[in-house]
């Protein structure tokens, strides 16, 4: 098996896994807002900066050890390049599409992600990293609370991920 195979392997593992008890109403019980601990999301919705920027495929074994683990990575993912300020507006923007449930669908199918874009969302010494992977839609957020690492994992439909993508690329220009 190839390096890439065993990744996409990996990423469709962790991505079922993470996503297999959600049912079509999984928003009721595990929106990203409710999953949030209260200091998490006032970060997400209060922060003072927002950076993104593209990120490098790794394993999933490789992502979750690393995560919230210095500046170099988003939510365990190596940041290839720099991270991209973000305009307050758009920042606030784009946390909201993530906090809002109605923008994730319920998909039972196979999908290894070739692409992620990440952002960290920082409020003193408080982040929130929010990582999108495409063309799976795949989200997934990380934080801390009380020394845990928390994550969290959804699937946003197609038009909100253009839109996701839309605002990150018109901002890196």
């Known amino acids: 098996m190839n390096k890439l195979h065993k990744l996409n392997v990996w990423t469709l593992l962790i991505a079922s896994l993470t996503l297999a ?25 209060h922060h003072d900066n927002g950076k993104a920027g593209s990120l490098n495929i790794v394993s999933v074994a490789e992502s979750q050890k690393n995560a919230l683990k210095g500046n170099d990575r988003l939510a365990g993912y190596p940041i290839n390049g720099a991270l991209q300020s973000l305009e307050k507006e758009k ?15 319920y998909l039972n199918k196979r999908c290894a992600n ?6 960290r969302f920082t409020s003193g ?3 929130v990293e929010i990582v999108i992977g495409t063309p799976c839609n795949q989200v997934l957020a990380v934080s801390k609370h009380e020394n845990e690492t928390q994550w969290w994992g959804g699937i946003l439909n197609g038009a909100v991920t253009e839109k996701v993508l839309t ?4 901002e890196s220009e």
């Open 21 to 45: 008890p959600l049912t079509n109403s999984y928003a009721e019980g595990v929106s990203l807002k409710k999953a949030l601990a209260n200091k998490a999301l006032f970060t997400l919705l």
């Open 91 to 105: 920042s606030l923007q784009l946390a909201n599409i993530f906090l809002d449930e109605s923008n994730y669908v």
């Open 114 to 119: 070739q692409a992620f874009n990440g952002i």
């Open 125 to 127: 010494n408080d982040s």
């Open 167 to 170: 605002l990150l690329t018109v």
